[in-house]
């Protein structure tokens, strides 16, 4: 590969607290190493339509603390296609622009894998998304925020559960990861946690049911992984209110709440770290690889395996979750 002189940067999929940080960070290292950086407004789309523009490190000023994407994030159906993704490989080519970060979740970094596959480009991938769910990094820019959010709507949600001596449902995101509820429910003492991981096992709600909440706890509150696997809280209240109607039950959905705010410290610095490393990725001659974070160390993972392969769940935590709900 020759010497990177001009990156392209997008945001892509759902957005995530920590995204400016990233781009921020990408952008002040690349200029820092003698890199031209160009923006991509709206993800893949804006690749398609050509919505580029200069980035000089004033264009990424006063961004670290700001929650969204200043780029926009998109979701772009023509991208999924080899036709669209041959006008995404002209435009940069007109553009000049010789290697791409992007920065998405599960599926900007599949596209991007398929991508740099077929016209043999490179790409860097950072992992930007509060679901937590790509292997091979131990978090991912978002998360973290997310997860504080979560816990503070709990906290505020126990206080009338208890004053009514009610059974909260309390629904949050995680598509097909159980990351957010799980440890949300260990952040706020919550009961029990139904996450996607382990529905197929065992029928969660019968035995957290049966098992009783506790007769002496005059509150319980469960949170619910949004994802078809458990249904979500809906389905489960539902179900609970059919089996056993002596439980008052309602249902809290966060919704949206969960992806918006200033980032937390933690999210500043891991983007940062991350869209530093992105470049040096880049000057090393690595392609197609995600930037990732592992006990405490960067890493670098093949696109194949961050996006294929599924990230355990911790069992330690369902265990510590179990033992302290007693
Ligand atoms: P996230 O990155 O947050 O998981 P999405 O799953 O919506 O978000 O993916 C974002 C975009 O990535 C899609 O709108 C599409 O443009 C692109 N993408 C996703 N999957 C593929 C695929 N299999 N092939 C090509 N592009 C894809």
Request: a negative charge; glycine letters at 10%; hydrophobic letters at 40%.
């Amino acid at each position: 590969m020759g010497t990177v002189k001009c990156i392209g940067i997008l945001t892509s999929g759902g957005d995530a607290p920590g995204m400016n940080a990233a781009i921020r960070a990408v952008t002040r290292s690349a200029i820092y190493n003698g890199i031209e950086v160009k923006g991509i407004y709206h993800g893949y789309r804006g690749l398609i339509s050509g919505e580029i523009k200069p980035f000089k490190t004033e264009n990424v000023s006063n961004i670290i603390q700001q929650g969204g994407t200043i780029l926009k994030t998109a979701r772009c159906k023509e991208f999924q296609t080899p036709e669209g993704r041959q006008l995404a490989y002209e435009t940069l080519r007109n553009e000049g622009i010789d290697a791409l970060v992007v920065i998405g979740g599960d599926g900007s970094l599949t596209g991007a894998r398929i991508f740099a596959q077929e016209f043999d480009y490179p790409i860097i991938g950072l992992p930007g998304t509060i679901d937590n769910d790509l292997y091979g990094t131990d978090l991912t820019i978002g998360y973290d925020t997310a997860l504080n959010t979560i816990m503070e709507a709990v906290d505020k949600i126990r206080d009338t559960a208890s004053s009514h001596e009610r059974l909260f449902f309390i629904e949050v995101m995680g598509r097909d990861a159980g990351f957010l509820a799980l440890n949300g429910a260990i952040a706020t003492g919550c009961e029990a946690a139904i996450i996607p991981e382990i529905y197929t096992e065992i029928d969660q709600l019968k035995e957290l049911v049966e098992n009783g909440f506790r007769k002496s706890k005059n509150s319980s509150i469960v949170l619910v992984a949004e994802s078809p696997t458990t249904g979500g809280a809906m389905q489960l209240a539902e179900r609970v209110k059919n089996e056993y109607p002596q439980y008052d039950v309602r249902v809290t959905i966060l919704g949206h709440i969960q992806r918006g705010g200033s980032p937390s410290a933690q999210d500043r610095i891991l983007a940062s770290r991350l869209g530093a490393a992105a470049i040096d990725a880049l000057l090393e001659g690595q392609r197609n690889v995600m930037v990732g974070i592992r006990n405490d160390e960067i890493v670098y993972v093949p696109f194949s395996k961050a996006v294929k392969q599924d990230k355990p769940i911790n069992r330690e935590l369902l265990d510590t979750l179990r033992r302290l709900s007693i």
